[in-house]
């Protein structure tokens, strides 16, 4: 009896669950749609749900699968005012999934709601992960959602800046010992990585929101065996080397000395460097 059912009226009159039942005892195919608080579309098939979709204050949100219809339809069973009506048949064309189905998985994330709330975590003005567990944790992978939704894509700089260097060092050997991270590549009409490194260390450049609220860590002890060397003495350059200094600059790497490929250095000032270096030898 998809037929020509003409259905609309008040959420004050009808809860959501109820129409939803409606639908499925009609074998109705098109959309129930709900105007109040949010704008939601609920699309249904010959009585199943097939998707449903979410508009509100902080944008749309679309659900294509059982998990992302149960999130809308759990939002909207909160609904006590506004209106509804069923509309036309432009869902997605799929078999769907029963009321019963969804509303179950509804059903669930209230109970999980619930233990959250006595948890004491709903009203809490923060939230962030304990600094030490008391013994191994296994987390199951229909579990690992939580941590990949909880942390957006960053970069080692971003945490050089918040944490210091030594800790991000040990924080990405860490995620990487675990196979716990992977390195983004960029898509077609991104920029490169060169360009995309200058954009992060440029002044005032943007930092994840979610950086902002780490707190400091304490960095671990470290014995550091420092090599004392005298101090040099303020180099003077003898008039032949300010004479060669003006020749052609030429790529160099001193013994001793870290210096990317990109690094020129002239001609005087590479010889100053090389009789610096002998005389604090034979100190």
Do not use: C
């Not at 009585?47 to 449903?52: D, I, L, M, P, Q």
């Not at 942390?151 to 971003?158: C, E, G, I, K, S």
């Not at 800046?161 to 991104?190: P, Q």
Request: without cysteine; hydrophobic residues 40%.
């Amino acid at each position: 009896m998809d037929g020509q059912m003409q259905l609309s009226g008040q959420l004050a009159d009808w809860s959501v669950n109820d129409l939803l039942q409606i639908m499925q005892v009609t074998k109705k195919t098109g959309s129930l749609d709900i105007e109040g608080e949010r704008h939601a579309r609920v699309f249904f098939g010959e009585g199943r749900v097939t998707g449903a979709e979410l508009t509100g204050a902080k944008g749309s949100y679309l659900g294509g699968d059982r998990s992302g219809i149960a999130d809308i339809l759990y939002v909207l069973s909160g609904l006590e005012t506004g209106q509804f009506s069923v509309g036309a048949a432009d869902g997605p064309e799929i078999k769907g999934w029963t009321v019963e189905e969804v509303l179950a998985d509804v059903e669930a994330l209230r109970s999980l709601e619930g233990e959250v709330v006595d948890a004491g975590l709903f009203e809490a003005t923060g939230v962030r992960l304990i600094h030490e567990i008391e013994g191994p944790i296994t987390i199951q992978p229909e579990d690992w959602h939580a941590l990949v939704n909880l942390v957006q894509p960053f970069t080692f700089n971003h945490l050089e800046a918040k944490l210091g260097r030594g800790t991000a060092v040990r924080i990405f050997h860490t995620l990487n010992r675990l196979g716990m991270a992977e390195a983004l590549v960029a898509e077609e009409g991104e920029s490169n990585w060169l360009d995309r490194l200058a954009e992060d260390v440029a002044p005032g450049a943007a930092t994840p929101a979610w950086l902002e609220h780490i707190p400091e860590v304490e960095p671990a002890e470290t014995e550091l065996l420092v090599e004392q060397v005298a101090a040099p003495e303020p180099v003077h350059l003898s008039k032949a080397a300010e004479a060669r200094s003006h020749s052609a600059k030429v790529a160099v790497e001193v013994k001793g000395v870290s210096a990317p490929a990109s690094t020129t250095l002239t001609d005087g000032v590479y010889d100053e460097i090389r009789r610096l270096r002998s005389r604090v030898a034979d100190k």
